[in-house]
């Protein structure tokens, strides 16, 4: 079975550039979520979405960071202008959530390793 | 807002010593979850516990929720240099899991 699969797995841009970063779930999974993970800060939930609906994007640093799920297929996290403390390796996990307080694990894809010059 | 603080940061050990890891929230929770992430990889699920008080083992792994529901704990006997990582617990809130800050184990040969 295929696992998360996360695009590009290594990016290095300058800084002021757009940078999109690619997920596409586990199939029958309804749940996303994107995380940030540094030396400094450690492993940050950023934003989550449930059936394709963002419901809380409560971690998402500031307005250069935005994410859509267009479809259950797929997730774009978005970073625009781009800057060097946005260096970071991202992360996208799914799982099936099934009702409230029913949780499931979660499933990483194996990450985009993100440099800003 | 929930927090759940793990300790140690780090730890070294010598090969066939004992790890402990330990995990709290702020808050109860429904369960928690761990997971093991290795040197340049992601986060893998080990396992989910749910009831007040459980313990469950997996070979040399034994975890504990506490009867509170508040913390929880990793145990490794004996480890071994496969053991190397950084181990999270997460706590569960309604939708989504609320990582630990990770326990990072070295393992000395």
């Known amino acids: 079975d295929a696992g998360v699969i996360q695009s590009p797995r290594h990016e290095v841009t300058e800084m002021g550039q757009e940078v999109t970063l690619r997920c596409k779930p586990i199939?029958?999974?309804?749940?996303l979520f994107w995380y940030r993970q540094t030396m400094m800060r450690g492993l940050e939930l950023l934003i989550y979405?449930?059936?394709?609906?963002?419901?809380?994007d409560s971690g998402m640093p500031e307005d250069r960071f935005s994410a859509k799920m267009p479809n259950a297929s797929f997730s774009t996290l978005k970073i625009q202008p781009s800057e060097p403390r946005d260096s970071a390796v991202y992360f996208c996990?799914?799982?099936?959530?099934?009702?409230?307080?029913?949780?499931?694990?979660?499933?990483f894809g194996d990450g985009t390793r993100l440099s800003i010059l | 807002g929930q927090q759940v603080m793990q300790i140690p940061q780090y730890q070294h050990v010598q090969e066939g010593e004992d790890f402990t890891t330990y995990c709290n929230s702020s808050?109860?929770?429904?369960?928690i979850q761990w997971y093991k992430q290795r040197p340049g990889g992601h986060p893998v699920f080990l396992i989910q516990l749910v009831k007040s008080g459980e313990v469950k083992k997996q070979k040399r792994l034994t975890f504990q929720f506490g009867e509170a529901k508040k913390n929880s704990s990793l145990h490794i006997t004996a480890t071994q240099t496969t053991d190397v990582g950084t181990y999270f617990c997460?706590?569960?809130?309604?939708?989504?899991?609320?990582f630990g800050t990770g326990t990072r184990l070295k393992v000395l040969a």
């Open positions: 979405f449930n059936n394709n609906v963002p419901i809380d």
């Open positions: 996990a799914s799982s099936l959530w099934v009702r409230l307080g029913e949780n499931q694990p979660q499933h």
């Open positions: 997460a706590g569960a809130g309604t939708y989504k899991y609320i």
């Open positions: 199939s029958g999974h309804n749940s």
């Open positions: 808050t109860t929770l429904s369960n």
